[in-house]
């Protein structure tokens, strides 16, 4: 694809926009077409969600670009999208044909589509000023992630002055999602393969906040242990990729559902059930990283990429052991991303499923302050690109608070902990390691005082059960005679 027909003029923007709308509205009486019987999943607005502390400006609300009626018509927003008709030209090549039918299509569906909205937020538009809305708005983000991940990366540079980083934020906000039936209807109507376009999706939603595992200090041992021919790896991953596929394809909500569904899959016979009688340490007596670290439990990073899996194993003769935790990227907008995802799953009103609640409140009471981080860090559990310990320790803490709570995430390996840490030879082993082992000179001191231990016991032992010899016969006789 040359890089004209990739980077849009804003100076012929009213021209497209008069073109495309010539298309579009070609069949107008379409959009009062019967919807569909089927009850969708609504988005809701954020506000009702959400604490007041939370700066609902900075993380709820679209800072580029507008996607279905939430935020439609806001002047700061208006750049974009005066481009919106550019983008829908450019996917569909100038394609009239296949543009009248999308535009039909989902005329048909309007009754449908705004039912995914809350009712007083779409009132104010007409069936062809909705239909219209989705169609632009479903062309453009389909647009801009096939660029980004079918053309590349490198063209980041040539689409600065359209603030792509934005927009890929943006795209992530409860508040700025579009049925995901819309996308398809688009993928299918502009010929974008079905294979390609969940290849696209499934990429767009891995590199939101997941730290890429495959760091230096991995690579050698990958190759030494050949850890990727191992089976049940490439199990794991044929399974995600094939529950990612199958939820694609049966029509997910929205774009931050399957963000959702990437980040929280598992297979349901591993989601814990509540059992009466099992130990919950999860509220009391809990430790943070740099303790749990100081008594044998380490940290590395999890292969199973999910919130809803995380592993605890022992360790050579039980003395210490390993909990597997999904890695995180923290950057500029983790926090928004985050937040966003909770609010998501806080309109679900379900707390078995609050994975994303569940995880950062884990964090949160694994990290106290910097010190907690760098042991998280140095683990790779934690890609820290803010700079600061001190600032991702605040991040957690902060982003903990108020979080509901799901008593059955993580019960099994929090019992483990808490056992593991509770257990007098664990703590006695390390507090001795850790007294005794911190310097090479202490090592020395502590052999050299076992070496004389041993020599006194055994000189001991000689001194009083040695067996009498002929000289301890002489010694009396001599003591005895001559008053030695």
């Known amino acids: 694809m040359p890089v004209e027909d990739i980077i849009p003029n804003p100076e012929i923007a009213v021209n497209y926009a008069d073109y495309v709308d010539s298309i579009i509205n070609v069949n107008p009486s379409a959009s009062t077409a019967t919807a569909n019987s089927s009850q969708p999943v609504p988005i809701p607005k954020v506000e009702g969600l959400v604490k007041k502390t939370c700066d609902y400006e900075e993380y709820y609300v679209p800072k580029a670009v507008s996607i279905g009626p939430y935020h439609f018509g806001k002047p700061n927003l208006k750049s974009l999208q005066n481009l919106k008709p550019e983008f829908t030209n450019k996917l569909f090549k100038g394609n009239k044909e296949a543009l009248t039918s999308l535009y039909n299509k989902l005329g048909e569906m309007v009754q449908d589509l705004r039912k995914f909205y809350e009712e007083d937020s779409t009132t104010g538009f007409s069936d062809m000023e909705f239909t219209n809305m989705m169609v632009l708005d479903g062309c453009f983000i389909v647009y801009v992630i096939t660029i980004i991940y079918c053309v590349g990366l490198e063209h980041w540079e040539e689409l600065k002055n359209y603030e792509f980083l934005l927009i890929f934020q943006d795209l992530f906000l409860l508040e700025n999602q579009i049925p995901f039936k819309v996308l398809w209807e688009v993928r299918r109507l502009a010929e974008i393969q079905q294979g390609d376009f969940i290849y696209v999706i499934q990429a767009f939603s891995y590199h939101s906040i997941l730290a890429y595992r495959s760091s230096k200090r991995f690579k050698w041992l990958e190759s030494i242990l050949n850890i990727l021919n191992d089976q049940s790896q490439r199990e794991e991953l044929k399974c995600l990729h094939e529950s990612l596929d199958t939820f694609i394809c049966n029509s997910p909500n929205h774009l931050l559902h399957i963000l959702h569904h990437r980040l929280c899959w598992s297979i349901k016979s591993e989601i814990p059930t509540l059992e009466y009688g099992v130990e919950n340490y999860a509220s009391s007596n809990y430790r943070k990283a740099s303790e749990l670290v100081d008594i044998g439990i380490h940290f590395k990073p999890s292969d199973t990429m999910s919130f809803a899996r995380i592993g605890f194993f022992k360790g050579c003769w039980g003395f210490s052991a390993n909990v597997a935790l999904l890695p995180i990227r923290v950057h500029d907008y983790t926090k928004l991303v985050l937040l966003n995802l909770i609010a998501y799953e806080k309109s679900m009103h379900s707390i078995v499923d609050s994975w994303v609640s569940s995880y950062v409140r884990l964090l949160d009471s694994l990290i106290d302050d910097a010190e907690d981080v760098k042991v998280l860090r140095k683990a790779w559990v934690l890609e820290n690109m803010q700079g600061s310990d001190n600032k991702v320790a605040e991040f957690f803490n902060e982003l903990g608070t108020n979080l509901p709570v799901n008593g059955l995430a993580y019960m099994d390996v929090k019992n483990k902990i808490q056992r593991h840490y509770g257990n007098w030879r664990n703590t006695l ?24 231990l041993f020599l006194s016991v055994v000189q001991t032992y000689f001194s009083v059960w040695s067996p009498k010899s002929d000289c301890d016969n002489l010694c009396m006789f001599l003591k005895k005679k001559h008053h030695l």
């Open 429 to 452: 082993f390390y507090q001795l390691k850790n007294e005794y082992f911190k310097s090479p000179w202490a090592i020395f001191v502590l052999l050299g005082a076992l070496l004389a």
